[in-house]
Structure formats: C-alpha cells, structure tokens
C-alpha cells in the first residue's frame, strides 16, 4: 500500500463502526466509509466532542451536523494551502490519501531535467495540479463542474501559484480529450481521477466500467514522443491495482516500454496503528 503519511495538517485519528474520526487542522470531523466494518471501542474524546458530523441516511445521502466549525478554512500540506469547506455527501473538497501521488508526480517532474506539459483530467479542487505547478509543470486542469474549477483557483491563489502556468477548463473530459487529438496537442505525463459515476456539463453520463479503458485509450494518442508518466485513481471497489495495471500495461507498455506499478492507496491511523485503504491507484512511468 502506498500510504499518504507526511501531512502535518491532516490525521485520521481512530477508525470504528463504519466512521472515521480525523482532525483537519484545528477541527475535528466524523464521517462515515463504508471500508471500515469493524467495531472497536471509540476511547478518543473526539469521538464525543467532534466539531462536525456527518450522519448517512438509510436512504442515500445523509446531512451534516455542526458544533463549532466555520464554514471554511484552510489547512497546508507543505507550502500548498487548501481551502475547506463541508459540502454534499460528506467531502470537504481535499482527498488526504493523494498526497502520496503528489509526492510521486512531484518527484518525477523534478527530475526529468527538460519542461513537462501535464493533462490533469477530472481535476477535482487542484491537489495534483497545484503539486504538479508547484514541481514545475504546465499544467491543463480540466473538469465538469465549474465550481470545482473555481474553487481548485482559489487554492491556487492561496498556494501563491495564481501566476502558475495552469489552464483552466470547464469541460467533458472525454470530449475535451477528443478535440485535443483533432488538434494535435500533445502531454508529458496525464492525471485521471474519473469518478465512478458522473455528468457532464451537457448532462453527458460517465459511468466508470464502461468508460475508462476507452478513455484511456484516447488519452494514449495524447502522450508525447516522450512521455513521462500516466498515473489514473479509482475509488471504484470493482477496479483493484490489478486492474488498473493491465489496463496501463496493455495500452501503453507496447508504444512507449517502461513499466507499470499499481497499489492501493492508504493513510495512517493513530490510535490503532493500522493503515486505512483509500482506494487504488496505477502508475505508468517511462
């Protein structure tokens, strides 16, 4: 498991009866995932004195409940600022657990010794491409949701990158990504976090099992004569490490060699030692 463990601004700090008790900066939050089935005692205070809680429903979704928690803040992971906020379905805007895949596309952009254009599809709020800017990278950060952009441009300002070479764009990653091959457009390393299931902005359905290897394959015809790396996550149960690597393998390992490595992804927990999953990730690099 490739485990996210140099945060100072984030901790998960027990893990019992399908929730998680983690501290956000100065905050302490609780909230559910469905990979922790077991039930141990909950001794930590946080467990009885959180500053926010979310409660799923029995029918789908759930709400959050608020003690003391401002309506945002930010937290640091190094020298990058995120801001924060409790929005739909239990997120706050950040995944902790890519911080491993930071680190990773960190260092490879660090070392390439020659400029690295980077596609950053399904880019969510901006962890990988702020890391990505920050290493040195031009960056294009594409998604759907033009709040998601917005706010991935406001942690970038409060990074310090608001002068970063990142385009940002309010778009069908597979349409996008189509028109990029019309062009002639080319990139270094790509990025793909596709969720399991989604819209577009023209109401474009994305489901993840029938969409991603042809996605993948679009995204092949997108690499350079030299490409760096291509790393994709899922938070899909179906897609193991297993998967991710023969999909990686089959597409890109015949054109450009290199080799492929795919893990779970996890983050540390305090009280019990353990390491929770957080999904998978797959990493091609040359």
């Given at each position: 498991m490739w485990i996210a463990e140099n945060w100072n601004d984030y901790q998960v700090i027990d893990c019992s009866k399908g929730e998680k008790l983690e501290r956000w900066g100065n905050y302490l939050l609780i909230r559910p995932d469905p990979q922790i089935i077991w039930n141990t005692p909950q001794k930590h205070s946080g467990w009885r004195q959180p500053d926010a809680h979310y409660h799923r429903s029995a029918k789908g979704g759930g709400q959050w409940e608020f003690f003391d928690l401002p309506e945002q803040w930010t937290i640091h992971y190094h020298s990058l600022?995120?801001?924060?906020?409790?929005f739909s379905f239990k997120h706050t805007g950040l995944f902790p657990e890519q911080a491993v895949n930071w680190d990773w596309c960190?260092?490879?952009?660090?070392?390439a010794g020659r400029p690295v254009k980077l596609l950053n599809l399904f880019a969510y709020t901006g962890g990988a491409t702020l890391a990505a800017a920050q290493a040195g990278a031009a960056v294009t950060h594409v998604d759907a949701s033009k709040g998601m952009v917005s706010?991935?441009?406001?942690?970038?300002?409060?990074?310090?990158?608001s002068q970063a070479p990142i385009r940002w764009l309010v778009d069908d990653c597979v349409k996008f990504a189509e028109r990029e091959i019309r062009r002639g457009?080319?990139?270094?390393?790509?990025?793909?976090?596709?969720p399991s299931y989604g819209r577009g902005p023209k109401g474009e359905i994305w489901k993840i099992e029938d969409s991603i290897y042809?996605?993948?394959?679009?995204?092949?015809?997108?690499?350079?004569?030299?490409?760096?790396f291509f790393l994709i996550n899922s938070y899909t149960t179906g897609l193991a490490p297993s998967v991710l690597?023969?999909?990686?393998?089959?597409?890109?390992?015949?054109?450009?060699?290199?080799q492929v490595q795919a893990s779970e992804i996890g983050l540390p927990v305090k009280e019990s030692g353990l390491l929770l999953p957080c999904g998978a990730s797959g990493r091609w690099e040359n």
């Amino acid at each position: 498991m490739w485990i996210a463990e140099n945060w100072n601004d984030y901790q998960v700090i027990d893990c019992s009866k399908g929730e998680k008790l983690e501290r956000w900066g100065n905050y302490l939050l609780i909230r559910p995932d469905p990979q922790i089935i077991w039930n141990t005692p909950q001794k930590h205070s946080g467990w009885r004195q959180p500053d926010a809680h979310y409660h799923r429903s029995a029918k789908g979704g759930g709400q959050w409940e608020f003690f003391d928690l401002p309506e945002q803040w930010t937290i640091h992971y190094h020298s990058l600022t995120f801001n924060l906020k409790p929005f739909s379905f239990k997120h706050t805007g950040l995944f902790p657990e890519q911080a491993v895949n930071w680190d990773w596309c960190q260092q490879k952009i660090r070392t390439a010794g020659r400029p690295v254009k980077l596609l950053n599809l399904f880019a969510y709020t901006g962890g990988a491409t702020l890391a990505a800017a920050q290493a040195g990278a031009a960056v294009t950060h594409v998604d759907a949701s033009k709040g998601m952009v917005s706010w991935a441009k406001e942690n970038a300002i409060s990074s310090g990158l608001s002068q970063a070479p990142i385009r940002w764009l309010v778009d069908d990653c597979v349409k996008f990504a189509e028109r990029e091959i019309r062009r002639g457009n080319h990139y270094d390393a790509i990025i793909m976090d596709p969720p399991s299931y989604g819209r577009g902005p023209k109401g474009e359905i994305w489901k993840i099992e029938d969409s991603i290897y042809p996605l993948i394959q679009l995204c092949v015809q997108l690499l350079s004569q030299n490409p760096l790396f291509f790393l994709i996550n899922s938070y899909t149960t179906g897609l193991a490490p297993s998967v991710l690597t023969y999909m990686l393998s089959a597409e890109i390992c015949p054109r450009y060699g290199g080799q492929v490595q795919a893990s779970e992804i996890g983050l540390p927990v305090k009280e019990s030692g353990l390491l929770l999953p957080c999904g998978a990730s797959g990493r091609w690099e040359n």
